[in-house]
């Protein structure tokens, strides 16, 4: 009987329609299986970079390496003598708690339609790692089965499906099989989500699954400032990446400009036309809402049209909150050594003002809230982006007030990181004026008022493993 031993990286997700599952044995509080195999398997160096060399990071896999994903095939594993499977965990990079589950089926006879609940056995309820949202370690081992030549095995993903307060498989978000044809996309060449590799020396195959990252971009009046080409090239080696560009009631040619560069990319650039100009904030709002419709997506983000951050930094930031518990990570302008950071003179010294006001009123010890690039966990953009901000232009400082006080101060400083750029550069054609930063002090007053008076009229009721708090501005909130 020939042995197999799958390993599983998980890089994002997709999910789940119902709850009817099987379960290999008993799984702890953390979703961390009770029926581990007792000795771990080993990881070898040479595997990790094996791995690391056939999927290089920032290298699109439909670019670098499209024989992975060529028309005709799948990820499913596929037995032609008797074998014991087992699933071994190396890494996760997912904000999610997702669930990885199997099916089988009779390679004379395969099924034409996606397997049902009742026909998926959940191998890890919480395939989390150790420190990050669940209990797993490099090596943990799973037996799933011995199975007959002519069995087909395949594998679903159920995003965010682990619910830390019930401690059960719940509803999750979507699913991603490894068979390309039950996945969603209408475009068939999207839907390959897995790849395997061959690991012959160790007698394994490796499964590795991308993630989804949607990026909102604001523009007003950018004809002539919109670098449609560096977005071009960007889009083109980026394929796990899909734009958003919000026209905010441009009176120039920008948003012809916008759908000239849709063209032909429809998969991978969304245009939102808003009539009329509401402004920087409600075109953010309106582009992150927009975006968390698509199902696709693991994490949302918005940044600036001139890219005075540039798109290599901002994947630096999806790679920090992909490999971290936090819910938001936000740009930050820091000058220092190694680092590219441009400001006019003028605009250091008020900002420097501005942003002891913000420290202040947040509690938080942020050295720059302003940067015009952030990247949101998908389950955190209707606590920030549903309601209209206040102001104009820091609605960014309202963001993380909604956050403090959704979750709490200790809560939010968790979920919140500052993550320092390699550049910035101050483009010009800025819209914000000097005679409009010394608005700002203002409207910083505006937030403070209206977030403390949300403050004082809030009921905190606390239970036996959650706390509810009603208040007039946000609808009841259960938290574990």
């Not at 099916?103 to 339609?113: G, R, V």
């Not at 089965?145 to 719940?170: D, P």
């Not at 490894?178 to 590799?197: G, Q, T, Y």
């Not at 007039?472 to 909130?477: A, V």
Request: proline share 3%; aromatic share 10%; hydrophobic share 40%.
């Amino acid at each position: 009987m020939k042995k197999i031993v799958l390993i599983l990286l998980t890089f994002s997700s997709l999910a789940l329609r119902a709850q009817s599952y099987n379960f290999l044995g008993e799984y702890d509080w953390r979703g961390t299986p009770l029926y581990l195999e007792a000795e771990r398997d080993t990881v070898s160096i040479e595997t990790v970079e094996m791995i690391s060399n056939s999927l290089p990071e920032s290298y699109p896999v439909p670019d670098y390496n499209p024989q992975y994903i060529t028309s005709g095939y799948d990820t499913d594993i596929k037995l032609t003598k008797d074998a014991d499977v087992w699933i071994t965990f190396i890494s996760e990079g997912a904000g999610y708690r997702n669930v990885l589950g199997f099916y089988t089926y009779d390679l004379e006879n395969p099924q034409s339609t996606n397997p049902t609940a009742e026909e998926i056995t959940i191998i890890f309820p919480n395939a989390s790692a150790l420190g990050s949202g669940g209990g797993l370690s490099v090596g943990d081992k799973v037996k799933i089965g011995s199975f007959k030549a002519g069995t087909g095995i395949g594998w679903v993903l159920l995003a965010n499906a682990w619910s830390e307060r019930t401690e059960t498989v719940g509803n999750g978000l979507w699913q991603l099989f490894s068979n390309p044809n039950f996945n969603p996309e209408a475009n068939e060449s999207l839907r390959h989500h897995n790849v395997l590799l061959a690991d012959p020396d160790n007698e394994r195959v490796i499964l590795i699954q991308k993630r989804c990252v949607g990026v909102v971009i604001p523009c007003y009046n950018e004809e002539d400032r919109l670098l449609s080409t560096a977005f071009l090239n960007f889009i083109d080696k980026n394929s796990g990446y899909h734009l958003c560009f919000v026209n905010d009631g441009s009176k120039d040619n920008t948003l012809q400009i916008l759908n000239k560069l849709k063209e032909g990319r429809e998969d991978f650039i969304t245009v939102y036309d808003c009539e009329k100009n509401g402004g920087k904030a409600e075109a953010v709002r309106l582009g992150m809402l927009h975006m968390v419709d698509h199902k696709d997506l693991d994490y949302i983000g918005f940044l600036d049209a001139d890219l005075s951050t540039d798109l290599t930094d901002f994947d630096e930031l999806v790679t920090t909150i992909e490999n971290s518990d936090y819910k938001i990570v936000s740009g930050s302008r820091i000058s220092r050594m190694g680092a590219n950071i441009t400001k006019e003179s003028a605009r250091k010294i008020i900002s420097l003002t501005v942003n002891f006001i913000i420290r202040k009123i947040l509690s938080m010890d942020f050295k720059d809230t302003q940067c015009g690039a952030k990247i949101f966990h998908k389950d955190v953009i209707n606590i920030c982006f549903r309601d209209k901000f206040i102001t104009q232009w820091i609605f960014d400082v309202e963001i993380f007030k909604r956050v403090t006080h959704y979750f709490g101060l200790e809560r939010a400083k968790e979920i919140l990181c500052e993550k320092p750029l390699k550049r910035w550069i101050h483009a010009d054609g800025s819209k914000l004026s000097m005679k409009d930063s010394v608005k700002i002090i203002g409207q910083l007053g505006q937030i403070a008022w209206s977030y403390r008076k949300l403050n004082t009229l809030s009921e905190i009721n606390v239970f036996d493993k959650y706390f509810v708090i009603r208040d007039n501005k946000f609808p009841t909130r259960i938290i574990s």
